[in-house]
């Protein structure tokens, strides 16, 4: 049987980029069977009607089959929307707490071996679900990848990257480095392990959960393609209020994290600390001796 993958959209009157966020799920190419599911906040702004298209849309040209207590959408033509195995379409619209509960909520019922959550302004690069499951098979390990950052309008603004094979816990704690979100996969039945996201972070609760998960089943592995685009946009939390990191409650919820990730590690945060104040010096270092060579001695930088 092919493996099945979960993806969670929490979606809250961003209907906007509603429809190209689950057009991006929903026609993803690949050896898979594809567990979506949509937890919208009462959306007010037509983002129920954008759902509701979807899910029609979606039994058109299919047959469909039960098991694991849920209707599978099977592509029966050529014309299907679906590019995978099969898709299971989930959604549900009524009040919440935010975002955290939402994607609980939504891996509360996931049937997925591997899991992520696309938020409503995001969307899926093609083939970044195979993409995904092939670096899974292999290193059985949460995995991310690269991720484009866009405006509203679809405007290139950076790539985000990483430098290694594997991001681990000083990478986060020390380095501060954050795998962009929708770029990475996990396993269910470990977001589950872990406790999934604290409800009670706003801004830190990927942070939050990555750390976690590298504690509970170690480093992540890296995966150099884009597997996703990212949408930064006046209403987003990543823009509004002044951007995410002038945000006070960024601030003081990145404190609380830490703090508590501090207590949990015990002697290795002493120890981690060391190396990092001893890499920082060592970078001031090198840079210091650039500068003494382009000023004293008249090496330039090469171009």
């Known amino acids: 049987m092919l493996p099945i993958v979960s993806v969670v959209s929490p979606s809250f009157n961003q209907a906007q980029f509603l429809d190209s966020t689950i057009r991006s799920v929903v026609t993803q190419n690949g050896d898979f069977y594809l567990d979506y599911i949509i937890r919208d906040g009462a959306s007010t702004d037509g983002s129920v009607d954008i759902i509701r298209r979807w899910d ?16 599978w959408r099977i592509p029966a033509s050529k014309k299907c929307v679906i590019q995978c195995g099969g898709v299971s379409f989930r959604w549900h619209s009524g009040r919440d707490t935010g975002q955290s509960q939402a994607i609980n909520e939504g891996f509360g019922l996931a049937v997925g071996d591997l899991g992520g959550w696309l938020n409503s302004d995001d969307s899926f690069t093609p083939f970044s679900i195979q993409s995904a499951l092939k670096a899974f098979s292999v290193s059985r390990r949460v995995v991310f990848g690269m991720a484009q950052a866009v405006d509203q309008y679809g405007n290139l603004k950076w790539t985000q990257s990483f430098w290694k094979r594997a991001f681990d816990f ?58 996703s685009k990212q949408t930064y946009h006046p209403d987003s939390k990543s823009m509004s209020g002044g951007g995410l990191f002038l945000a006070r409650g960024f601030t003081e919820e990145k404190e609380q994290v830490w703090l508590r990730r501090k207590h949990e590690i015990g002697f290795r945060a002493y120890l981690w600390g060391v190396k990092r104040k001893v890499e920082l010096a060592v970078r001031s270092s090198i840079d210091a001796i650039r500068v003494i060579r382009r000023r004293f001695l008249g090496i330039k930088r090469p171009d």
């Open 56 to 71: 029609s849309a979606l039994k058109e040209d299919v047959e469909t089959t039960e098991w694991s207590g849920l209707s």
């Open 170 to 227: 000083y990478d986060s704690y020390y380095r501060n480095y954050t795998p962009p979100q929708p770029s990475v996969f996990f396993p269910v039945k470990l977001f589950r392990l872990v406790g999934g996201l604290d409800e009670r972070l706003h801004y830190m609760l990927d942070v939050d959960l990555w750390q976690r998960m590298i504690l509970a089943n170690g480093s992540f592995a890296y995966v150099p393609q884009i597997l």
